[in-house]
Each structure stands twice: as C-alpha cells, then as structure tokens.
C-alpha cells in the first residue's frame, strides 16, 4: 500500500497569513499515461464529513474559494491557503488514489494563531 | 442537492454482525462508484470498500476481506455494506463517499455523508 505522509501534524497560522501543508507519498502516484497526478485534498470541520477540495492534485472543485491551491508531482505535494480565513479552521487530509487501496495521510490540524 | 444519509450503527459485541446502509438523492445514483470510509474516534480516515456503478467490481481493504460485503440496489438509490466478524478494532464512524465518475477506484470521493457509528464491544 501507498503511504502518505503529511507534514506538519499540526499547523498555527494568523488570520491573513499563508497556510502551507506538504504531503509525501512512499511511491509516485503520476500516471504516465495521462500526466495526472492522482491525489486530491480534503477539509475536515469538527462534527462534519470530510469536503473534497482539491482533486488531480491542483484542480479546485466547484464552490471551493480560490484561497485554496494544490500543487506538487510525483511524491511530493503541498496544499497552501494563501490567506486565512477563520473557517478554514479544520483538519486538512491528503488522499492517493492511483492504486488500491486507496489511502489518506494522517491529516494536519490547523488553527488560528 | 446531493445528499448521502447513513443507517444502520449501533453497538454489537465483538464476532456479531451489523449492516449499514446508505440512502442517495439528488443525483442519478447509477452513474457513480460508491464507497465506505471509516474513522476510529479521534482517528484518521481509511477506506474500507468500494463498489463500481452496476457492481460489477468491488474492493475491499485487506483488514476486512472476508468479512465485509459491499453491495448496492441501483433501483432503490441505496449502498449497503454486510459487516460479520465485527471486532473491536472496527470500532469507527462509517462514511459513504461518492465516486467522481463510475468506477470505486482511481478517482476522488466528491461528496460524503455524515456517517453511522459502529461500536465493537463486549
């Protein structure tokens, strides 16, 4: 199975600042045959499911503010919040999914600082 | 609206059974793969199983083969998933997640419901 790795675990930030969270894979999850990258982001608020963000590892799903941006090939990945919103409080989770099982880091908390 | 609601979580002792279901509206049910993610308490989440658009092809991860079944009635809207063998360590909120496209595998999860809670214990 992939392994992914998040750094940090958890994450303080000001309001207005720029969050950065990095994700590493124990493989490549690029598909050479389509040149896509097979890892997608996810927010998690306290009490809620998890809200797929980024998908193909920098394209925003609909309705997801532009603040949040992917970026990254191979192995090595980082989702950024270009500017922190309070509701942006949440744990964020980085998901491969370009061999079975499918699997997810271990999630980084962020907080307001 | 899409909407996925989970059923079916209780407390069961360790070597019972439970089946969990998952209700879907607001999208055409059949031109999905369907999931089930799962979260201990306080935990991350892990992928359990994952069956494609007619269930044709599921999935399962090692720790549950042979003793989680996934299925689904595309005439109902409906995902469920047979769990026998319960241990404790399958103690966790179940999810039902939406595949992006028809397949369980090589796609993200776009939508996800609220969960049911499984409790394995004596």
């Known amino acids: 199975d992939i392994v992914m790795t998040q750094s940090p675990d958890s994450l303080a930030v000001s309001l207005g600042e720029r969050a950065t969270i990095n994700c590493k894979s124990s493989q490549s999850v690029l598909y050479s045959l389509n040149n896509e990258n097979y890892l997608a982001w996810y927010q998690q608020k306290p009490g809620q499911p998890p809200k797929l963000l980024i998908y193909w590892a920098s394209n925003r799903e609909s309705g997801v503010p532009d603040r949040f941006s992917g970026s990254g090939s191979g192995t090595d990945f980082t989702l950024t919040i270009s500017s922190l919103q309070a509701e942006d409080v949440a744990v964020y989770y980085c998901?491969?999914?370009?061999?079975?099982?499918?699997?997810f880091g271990q999630g980084t908390r962020l907080e307001l600082k | 609206e899409v909407q996925l609601v989970e059923s079916g979580g209780s407390v069961v002792r360790p070597g019972g059974s439970l089946r969990l279901s998952c209700a879907a509206s607001?999208?055409?049910?059949?031109?999905?793969?369907m999931n089930w993610v799962r979260q201990a308490p306080g935990k991350g989440l892990e992928w359990v199983s994952g069956i494609n658009w007619n269930g044709g092809s599921t999935g399962q991860v090692d720790s549950v083969k042979g003793r989680f079944t996934i299925s689904r009635d595309n005439a109902r809207n409906s995902l469920f998933l047979q769990m026998n063998g319960l241990r404790a360590e399958d103690t966790a909120l179940y999810l039902c997640?939406?595949?992006?496209?028809?397949?369980?595998?090589?796609?993200?999860?776009?939508?996800w419901g609220q969960g049911t809670l499984v409790t394995v214990s004596s």
């Open positions: 607001g999208f055409r049910f059949d031109d999905h793969g």
């Open positions: 997640a939406r595949s992006r496209g028809v397949n369980w595998n090589y796609v993200d999860f776009d939508y």
């Open positions: 998901q491969q999914y370009e061999t079975t099982p499918p699997t």
